[in-house]
């Protein structure tokens, strides 16, 4: 097969990309968010390291501790991000895939291949990232760079308080925008293999079957088949509309099915997100039991050798003789080693440091070479900069929520108005038949109705649920109740049916201006 | 020579797995033509008429039997096979046209070549054109013409590769009687010229007693 081969089918393939503009455009915007959404959460790792390694130095445990967290944090969204791009493109894809399907069964039948078709996919596929994938890439670094501005200036006031001290005389934390290589091959190769397996399923399908069965898309649809029967209570409610409305509702499933789907995703992430974020700023505040915490002394030996408690308790009250200290005694355990910390409020640092030294010298003795160490620092480092970082988590984590939102509501659209073109012709019968506008109009309205309620009845629950996973896994380790993100739920409920019902006006106002032929023949 | 020959070909629509109810579409077809033959199908509607034509084409898999192509059973074949097969030696007219709703009138009668790879006869394809009254709307897209000029595209579409086969599904159902004679001396010309064999559906008395022989179809099976 050479290139000649195929040029009928790329002619094919860009003049319908041509032809439904608005579904194109939509699934460019759908990839251009995605990848832009990839880079940028890429991108604020890279910078969170940087800024923890600048002003921690890069040996530091507590650097290291710090920029775990960071990718930690960085994992859990970049992965809820990819399952979502997945799951979105494949959607904007699914929409029309009926659609698809008839045309390569049209191409089939007169004599297209397999490798053909396949080369029809790919071809879409790559030159809707070649649109959507560079734009996105721009917009994700100009969301890190705005991002890292704003976070920047936020750490101007914690500077300039000079609240932080860090390793080797740092005293500002700075959060900059760093651009990275392989932040930006993640996003590309993510969003490229997300939309060619996207497109590649009603390709699939397709050459599955039959030409004259892909023409005739009859794939069994248990739906169709039996008759469709409507409570009493719908008719009551709804009228003849929403008998007519609710059987078109039953018929169609597949064709809801992608509304619904990027709806429940929507409200899924949403609440999870929400709740995550909120969790985030009460840990932020559990995080810092000691909020004057400025220097500390730590002892460190063998777990067989670790400090009896009347031994540490004496420290304790010694030190805490300082003027105006006050202690605060921890001992925990690691690998094998054991640690007693005191960690001191005080406003001479320098002074109750050397303090400690001779305190820990003179209770314990001068430290001999393997067994233990004892230690004094300055501990001020570690409460402010985990403030900061938890600040930055916090403004990445409602930012993460609201471009994620925006992604969904894009979503929906697009397959709203995909779904309203391709039943144009049903929709113009109906007119032709006698529906008025008004009668129309109510017919969608309940069309929308059930499509909201549908998503809302699956994505309430599985968010709840992953909410609940992200509590047990995520922040176990730090202790505060499990409150029921009822705001977000709220929120997602008014949302869903402000975005559906939007999204139809917006769809069925081209339809209702077409009259009954134009609209036949399409 | 039987160019054309089915044995014992079934199609079943439906069933148990389905859960739909059974309909015998074709139901033992036994069937030969000769090479060079013009032969029309008659029956009823509904009754397996263009079913057994996709089948003749390769286009849908029967639930048994065989079809035979030149001594060569299609079914035998891998899909890609039986694709570039159909699109070398048989053309086809849809009784729906099937044409592809984003391409000119020209470039989807130029479509069968052009996905073979192979190059078009220009002066052919513009003598099919002019002679289906279709040349001031070689630019037109499907959905600017009519029915009977979408019918017309399907039939140049049909013929512009030179097909040995040509399987036309009610090709004058859309035409006036005059446009009807004028495509049945087309595929006459064609016919002759090219010593293709052509199996055409119709409703038509008039037009089904042009053919060499006329078949005809009732509940699946031949009646005659
Ligand atoms: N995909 C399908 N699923 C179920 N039944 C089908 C399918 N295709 C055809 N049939 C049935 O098979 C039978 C034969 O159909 P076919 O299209 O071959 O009729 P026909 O003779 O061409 O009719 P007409 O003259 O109206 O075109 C009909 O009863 C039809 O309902
Ligand atoms: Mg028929």
């Not at chain 1, 944090?73 to 698809?100: C, D, H, K, P, Y």
């Not at chain 1, 938890?390 to 979503?411: K, P």
Request: hydrophobic share 45%.
């Amino acid at each position: 097969m050479t290139g000649s081969h195929d040029r009928a089918i790329r002619r094919v393939t860009r003049r319908s990309l041509k032809q439904n503009r608005s579904h194109t455009l939509f699934t460019v915007l759908a990839i251009t968010l995605s990848a832009a959404m990839i880079s940028a959460v890429c991108g604020f790792a890279a910078s969170g390291r940087q800024m923890v390694f600048d002003f921690l130095g890069q040996d530091v445990m507590e650097a290291q501790l710090y920029s775990a967290t960071v990718y930690t944090v960085a994992a859990v969204f970049g992965a809820i991000l990819v399952a979502t791009s997945i799951i979105i493109a494949s959607n904007a894809f699914r929409a029309s895939a009926g659609e698809r399907t008839r045309q390569f069964g049209l191409l089939g039948a007169v004599g297209a291949t397999r490798k053909q078709i396949s080369a029809a996919v790919v071809y879409e596929g790559v030159f809707l990232c070649a649109l959507g994938i560079p734009l996105g890439l721009l917009v994700g670094n100009a969301i890190h760079l705005a991002g890292a501005g704003i976070v920047d200036a936020l750490f101007g006031e914690v500077n300039a308080a000079r609240m932080v001290h860090g390793a080797n005389g740092a005293s500002e934390l700075h959060f900059i925008y760093v651009f990275s290589w392989p932040a930006t091959a993640l996003a590309v190769v993510v969003s490229f293999a997300t939309v060619l397996i996207s497109a590649w399923l009603p390709a699939r399908q397709a050459s599955r079957v039959s030409p004259i069965d892909a023409i005739r898309q009859t794939r069994p649809s248990p739906a169709s088949a039996q008759s469709v029967q409507l409570s009493p209570l719908t008719r009551r409610l709804f009228g003849c509309e929403g008998g007519l409305a609710a059987k078109y509702a039953k018929r169609h499933r597949r064709s809801y099915r992608a509304t619904v789907t990027a709806l429940a995703i929507s409200v899924i992430l949403f609440i999870a997100v929400s709740f995550f974020a909120s969790g985030m700023e009460r840990s932020m505040a559990a995080a810092l039991p000691y909020a004057g915490v400025t220097a500390g002394a730590e002892y460190i030996a063998a777990e067989d050798r670790r400090l009896p408690p009347p031994v540490s308790a004496r420290v304790a009250d010694r030190l805490a003789e300082y003027p105006g200290a006050v202690i605060h005694l921890e001992e925990t355990t690691e690998d094998g080693q054991a640690l007693t910390v005191w960690l001191a409020e005080t406003d001479d640092v320098a002074g109750f440091r050397a303090y400690a030294r001779s305190v820990l010298d003179q209770v314990i003795g001068a430290p001999s070479a393997g067994e233990y160490r004892l230690n004094t620092y300055d501990a001020s480092q570690i409460t402010a900069g985990q403030r900061a970082i938890m600040l930055a988590v916090r403004l990445f984590a409602y930012g993460f929520v609201a471009l994620l939102t925006l992604i969904a509501v894009t979503n929906v659209i697009s397959t709203v108005v995909t779904n309203l073109r391709l039943r144009q012709r049903e929709f113009a019968l109906l007119r032709g038949i006698g529906m008025s506008k008004r009668n129309f109009s109510r017919m969608l309205g309940y069309e929308s109705l059930l499509s909201s309620a549908r998503a809302l009845l699956y994505g309430i629950p599985l968010g709840s649920a992953l909410a609940y996973i992200l509590y047990k896994g995520f922040m176990g380790s730090v202790e505060f109740g499990f409150a029921y993100p009822w705001t977000a739920v709220g929120i997602s409920v008014l949302g869903v049916l402000v975005i559906v019902f939007a999204a139809t006006w917006i769809a069925q106002g081209r339809i209702r201006r077409l009259n009954v032929i134009e609209a036949l023949q399409e | 020579m039987n160019i054309l020959r089915t044995a014992d070909l079934k199609k079943h629509y439906g069933g148990p797995p389905s859960g739909a109810a059974l309909v015998r579409a074709l139901d033992g077809v036994d069937l030969a033509v000769e090479q060079g033959e013009f032969v029309s199908v008659v029956g009823s509607s509904g009754s397996g008429k263009s079913t057994l034509l996709h089948m003749l084409g390769g286009l849908d898999r029967p639930t048994a039997g065989s079809v035979e192509i030149s001594g060569q059973p299609i079914f035998a074949m891998r899909d890609d096979e039986l694709t570039i097969f159909r699109r070398r030696h048989i053309g086809f007219v849809f009784q729906s046209y099937n044409l592809v709703p984003v391409l000119t009138v020209e470039e989807n009668i130029r479509l069968p070549l052009e996905l073979d790879g192979s190059e078009p006869d220009g002066p052919f394809i513009s003598q099919v054109i002019d002679l289906l009254g279709l040349s001031d709307r070689r630019r037109s897209l499907p959905n600017q013409l009519s029915g009977g000029q979408q019918q017309r595209v399907a039939i140049a579409r049909a013929l512009a590769a030179k097909p040995a086969i040509v399987l036309a599904d009610e090709p004058t159902g859309n035409l006036d009687s005059r446009g009807g004679l004028d495509v049945m001396g087309l595929l006459k010309i064609s016919g002759e010229r090219f010593g293709q064999t052509i199996v055409l559906i119709t409703h038509n008395p008039q037009i089904a007693q042009m053919a060499d022989r006329i078949i005809r179809i009732e509940d699946g099976r031949i009646a005659s």
